[in-house]
T-cell receptor, first 112, second 109 residues
Framework: NAGVTQTPKFRILKIGQSMTLQCAQD?????MYWYRQDPGMGLKLIYY???????DKGEVPNGYNVSRSTTEDFPLRLELAAPSQTSVYFC???????????FGPGTRLTVT | EDKVVQSPLSLVVHEGDTVTLNCSYE??????LLWYKQEKKAPTFLFML????IEKKSGRLSSILDKKELFSILNITATQTGDSAVYLC?????????FGAGTRLTVKP
């Protein structure tokens, strides 16, 4: 099993550009999450999904969008990138909500 | 507003020392508290706690939850350089989850 995979590993965006961060898991988990982690801080939940076709906002959803068309994939879309979105983004999945989460390796995004 | 506070923010010890990391929380409808270890990349799971007073143990690491006083501790005995990492605490309620800022532990040889 590959677990949770994320692409790309690194990306530099110019202000106003858009991009999609990809996340996939092969553990057949229903629950998937997107977090951002700023330097020296814990993780903040952006969006989560409890199954295909169902998504919900987390603590910091502004400036982001998600979709969940399959159990395996949970892409995160950034529209009109801003410097405040410079961060490391982690995708995670879990068998049940609020239980142990498995994290992907992260995407380091810089917006300049 | 729900919050999770970890202390200390950073800690430097020598190999063989014992350390105690703290996580206090204020959340409505508490469901569970999880500890993660984060080295250079993604967090990895250590413990999940849902009941007060029941110690979870894995090798040199152990953790316990006090739901009356709203905190958890993570103990590491006989520390090794490989224990150097950021330790994150996450608290879950019915609808949301909050992570603390983490404790950065550095273990010197």
């Amino acid at each position: 099993n590959a677990g949770v995979t994320q692409t790309p590993k690194f990306r530099i965006l110019k202000i106003g550009q858009s991009m999609t961060l990809q996340c996939a898991q092969d553990m057949n988990h229903n629950y998937m999450y997107w977090y951002r982690q700023d330097p020296g801080m814990g993780l903040k939940l952006i969006y989560y999904s409890v199954g295909a076709g169902i998504t919900d906002k987390g603590e910091v959803p502004n400036g982001y969008n998600v979709s969940r068309s399959t159990t395996e994939d949970f892409p995160l879309r950034l529209e009109l990138a801003a410097p405040s979105q410079t961060s490391v983004y982690f995708c995670a999945s879990s068998y049940q909500l609020r239980y142990e989460q498995y994290f992907g390796p992260g995407t380091r995004l810089t917006v300049t | 507003e729900d919050k999770v506070v970890q202390s200390p923010l950073s800690l430097v010890v020598h190999e063989g020392d014992t350390v105690t990391l703290n996580c206090s929380y204020e959340v409505t409808n508490f469901r569970s508290l999880l500890w993660y270890k984060q080295e250079k990349k993604a967090p990895t799971f250590l413990f999940m706690l849902t009941s007060s007073g029941i110690e979870k143990k894995s090798g040199r690491l152990s953790s316990i939850l006090d739901k009356k006083e709203l905190f958890s501790i993570l103990n590491i005995t006989a520390t090794q350089t490989g224990d150097s990492a950021v330790y994150l605490c996450a608290v879950y309620n019915n609808n949301d989850m909050r992570f603390g800022a983490g404790t950065r532990l550095t273990v010197k040889p």
